[in-house]
């Protein structure tokens, strides 16, 4: 059992580390190619602090290990807002000023709605994946015309301050956005080696590690993103990542895992992770207005969250030793 919690270890801090070097080279590069900021805001940055949960989950599901796909891709939904949204908030209130995000929420809570309707019938089937895949495309394809077309954004300025405060030469960027690429996919083989071993040594199942251990693991880069752009004053920039990564996780993890390899479901990631992480969608739409008439998560709805998170992760602690 050393080896393969060192192995956990050793790939988390590994694809934390890769992940950010990948998405810094991603950005540089976008920007050294003409993308407008607004544009790597949503594609390049929103998406691309997912890369760890899309590479974990498909080395999953190519070793015959779907649950674990599932249970990153969902378990890192409920962390990116519960936890990344709500250590956040409770150290220095959210603003959000976008108005891209604005629209991207109701987004989000219909591809929720939707993933969790494909599940109705308690399997994930290549054709169920394929409709996440399509309505993928399909967002991709809007936000990349939304982006091409309202060039001017408070979610571009974040990123146009973020890009100038960490230059890079467009060599360096290049190099980097293929290194990160690389460790993301040897560190992503060594956790979900790690993570399986462990889960089998300790009798549950990899739906419960993926949603706990890893889903945690995959989500430091949104982390260590948000708490950066919140210490900046790029309020925008730390919320975008949450909701890119969240559309990202839904539609393209979730469906490339089971494109890889269907799977049957428990009758508990409906009504627990699923529901759960669909009330939590809800939450961000009864986000209170300020003085200012700007959105705003305060303290005390970040203190709440992480509160409702704590809650989830004993559950589902007490679960593997047998509590509940």
């Known amino acids: 059992m050393i080896l393969p919690a060192f192995a956990l270890i050793f790939g988390l801090l590994l694809l934390v580390w890769s992940a950010d070097r990948f998405v810094d080279g991603a950005a540089a590069t976008a920007r050294y190619a003409g993308m407008p900021p607004l544009l790597i805001g949503i594609v390049v940055i929103g998406f691309g ?42 150290i220095s209130p959210i603003t959000v000023k976008s108005g891209v995000l604005r629209r991207e929420l109701p987004i989000l809570l219909g591809v929720t709605i939707l993933g969790a309707a494909l599940l109705l019938d308690l399997t994930l089937s290549r054709f169920d994946s394929c409709v996440l895949l399509l309505v993928f495309t399909v967002v991709m394809g809007w936000s990349i015309w939304n982006g091409l077309k309202q060039r001017q954004d408070s979610l571009g300025v974040d990123v146009d301050d973020m890009l100038d405060k960490n230059p890079m030469s467009r060599q360096s960027a290049m190099v980097w956005l293929l290194v ?38 995959t989500s430091l880069p949104e982390l260590a993103s948000a708490l950066a752009a919140i210490r900046k004053g790029e309020h925008d920039l730390a919320i975008g990542n949450v909701i890119g990564s969240n559309l990202f996780n839904t539609l393209a993890v ?71």
């Open 254 to 324: 979730v469906g490339l895992a089971g494109a890889i390899r269907p799977l049957d479901i428990g009758a508990e990631v409906l009504y627990r992770d699923s529901l759960l992480m669909g009330l939590l969608t809800l939450v961000l739409f009864m986000v209170r207005a300020d003085k200012d008439g700007e959105k705003k998560i305060s303290r005390v709805d970040g203190f709440l969250l992480l509160i409702i998170y704590l809650g989830y992760s004993g559950y589902l602690i007490s679960k593997v030793f047998g509590l509940v």
């Open 180 to 217: 990160g690429m690389c460790l993301l996919v040897v560190s992503s083989r060594v956790l979900v080696w790690g993570a399986v071993e462990i889960a089998r040594g300790f009798g549950v199942s990899d739906l419960i590690i993926g949603l706990t251990v890893v889903a945690i693991g």
């Open 49 to 90: 602090t997912s890369a760890p949960e899309l590479v974990v989950s498909a080395i999953s599901s190519l070793q015959g290990n779907p649950g674990l796909a599932l249970g990153n891709a969902y378990g890192s939904n409920i962390s990116n807002i519960a936890l990344i949204l709500g250590l956040t908030a409770f």
